[in-house]
Antibody, heavy 122, light 110 residues
């Protein structure tokens, strides 16, 4: 059974960088691509981006200028970095596994981490 | 890109059926058969309920079904049960390697 676990600071100061890691167990990280999704309090889900085992990435247009994702296949981990954070970036951040459709297009997310709350505040 | 549009709330009595809509555009829901639905209970991670418009993952009851017509996808929950109460989110591939979610619908079992 695949399991994902997010980790990282729960509190980040405004203008600083949010950094999270997702550790995958129960399967190889090299066999799939992976994603980050966030959810602000009482609001909907927002897709942040996708990372392939090769390290290639796709990012949400709205966050592209501030987001970087990386992957460490030797540790079965992938990471999220979001720069210049503001209060609007306060959210529960989820990592999840991507399932692909034809031509590798993102189809759906079948395994999710439990989520980690990141608060942006001084 | 704008989020997909869902009604904020829906409700039904036990045993009844309820349908939740998800409206996008001809660049996302209307163009791709990569619509999925997720159920979320308070404080929990979303759970995949439907993928590729109509397909149910193993373990999801057949009371959950879904369709798509044009730019609108729909999730139907038949034979409502108390445990079906929660939030439901639709999602869709949106082209150019991007992905969209709906704003979510709170389903209440009366």
């Amino acid at each position: 059974q695949v399991q994902l676990q997010e980790s990282g600071p729960g509190l980040v100061k405004p203008s600083e960088t949010l950094s999270l890691t997702c550790t995958v167990s129960g399967g190889s990280i090299s066999s799939y691509s992976w994603t980050w999704i966030r959810q602000s309090a009482g609001k909907g889900l927002e897709w942040i981006g996708r990372i392939y085992p090769s390290g290639s990435t796709n990012y949400s247009p709205s966050l592209r200028n501030r987001v970087t994702m990386s992957i460490d296949t030797s540790k079965n981990q992938f990471s999220l970095s979001l720069t210049s954070v503001t209060a609007a970036d306060t959210a529960v951040y989820y990592c999840a596994r991507v399932r692909e459709g034809v031509r590798g297009l993102t189809s759906y997310f079948d395994y999710w981490g439990q989520g980690t709350l990141v608060t942006v505040s001084s | 890109q704008s989020a997909l549009t869902q009604p904020p709330s829906a409700s039904g009595s036990p045993g009844q059926s309820v349908t939740i809509s998800c409206t996008g555009t001809n660049s996302d829901v209307g163009l791709y058969n990569y619509v999925s639905w997720y159920q979320q209970h308070p404080g929990k991670a979303p759970k995949l309920m439907i993928y590729e418009v109509t397909r149910r993952p193993s373990g999801v009851p057949d009371r959950f079904s879904a369709t798509k017509s044009g730019n609108t996808a729909s999730l139907t929950v038949s034979g409502l049960q108390a445990e079906d109460e929660g939030h439901y989110f639709c999602s869709s591939y949106a082209g150019r390697n991007s992905f969209l979610f709906g704003g979510g619908t709170k389903l209440t079992v009366l």
